[in-house]
């Protein structure tokens, strides 16, 4: 399913208050609400939104518990980490338990921290994690989380969670694979703006079974698929 917004502004105002129901839902059902967040621009402002007392009021953050679905490998205190971009925008300015912050872990070496993660997300599930809700953004190359294009962590079919590399350089990343994801009860693709437009096309306009790019193989098989996109972003649809 899609859903159209006029603007980014207009797109973080209906999320934050859909992720609250969702909070909610997940909370009434089962007791807890399990989210996986990712990093980019449009998080950073549906964050911040949801920060607003209006919104982070309706949530009991203590049964909410923060996971990321990709990290870049620096150290939680770097301007390029994910988590202190959900920290500082949203999760310090809200009532979580500190022990409900499961953050990939900064070690020696991406693959060390994937492997601690994995262990972490073990023995937090018993079995592969079925998140309420994976937040997800897209690449204009059509990447999503840390699944690059032509990157090793594509053909990952037993690890939870493993190292990644862009084509692009930066940082090495850590991922949850595909397993997880598609695992997911509800997978939330947040994409603005129009440099994203050809490849959204791309995406939603692939033939079943396509993999050309990564995000096309997103496909929950027992969960919900919904890509959330400002019009700019749904442009060429
Ligand atoms: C990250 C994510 C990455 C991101 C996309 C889109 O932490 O950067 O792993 O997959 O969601 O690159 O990012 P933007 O929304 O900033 O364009």
Not at 13 to 27: G, H, L, R, S
Not at 103 to 125: D, H, N, R, W
Not at 138 to 163: M, N, Y
Not at 181 to 209: D, Q, R, S, W, Y
Request: net charge negative; hydrophobic share 45%; charged share 20%.
């Amino acid at each position: 399913m899609k859903k159209v917004y006029q603007d980014m502004n207009e797109l973080c105002v209906k999320t934050a208050e859909w992720f609250v129901e969702e909070a909610n839902k997940a909370i009434a059902k089962h007791g807890k609400f399990t989210v996986a967040l990712s990093g980019g621009s449009t998080p950073r402002q549906l964050f911040t939104e949801l920060a607003n007392l209006k919104w982070q009021q309706q949530i009991d953050w203590s049964k909410v518990f923060v996971f990321w679905g990709d990290e870049r490998f620096v150290a939680p205190t770097d301007a390029q980490s994910n988590q202190k971009m959900a920290r500082e925008t949203l999760l310090d300015h809200v009532s979580i338990p500190k022990e409900n912050i499961i953050a990939v872990p900064f070690l020696a070496t991406a693959e060390l921290s994937a492997m601690q993660y994995e262990a972490e997300l073990k023995q937090i599930f018993s079995d592969l994690p079925k998140f309420d809700l994976i937040l997800l953004g897209l690449g204009a190359d059509g990447h999503t989380a840390s699944l690059f294009p032509g990157s090793k962590a594509l053909t990952e079919e037993t690890r939870w969670v493993c190292p990644s590399k862009a084509k692009a350089g930066g940082p090495e990343r850590i991922t949850l694979t595909y397993p997880v994801i598609n695992h997911g009860a509800l997978v939330c693709f947040l994409v603005t703006g129009a440099e994203k437009a050809a490849m959204v096309k791309e995406i939603l306009n692939a033939p079943p079974g396509s993999e050309v790019y990564p995000a096309e193989r997103i496909q929950p098989t027992s969960g919900n698929l919904l890509w959330l996109l400002d019009q700019a972003a749904a442009s060429k649809l």
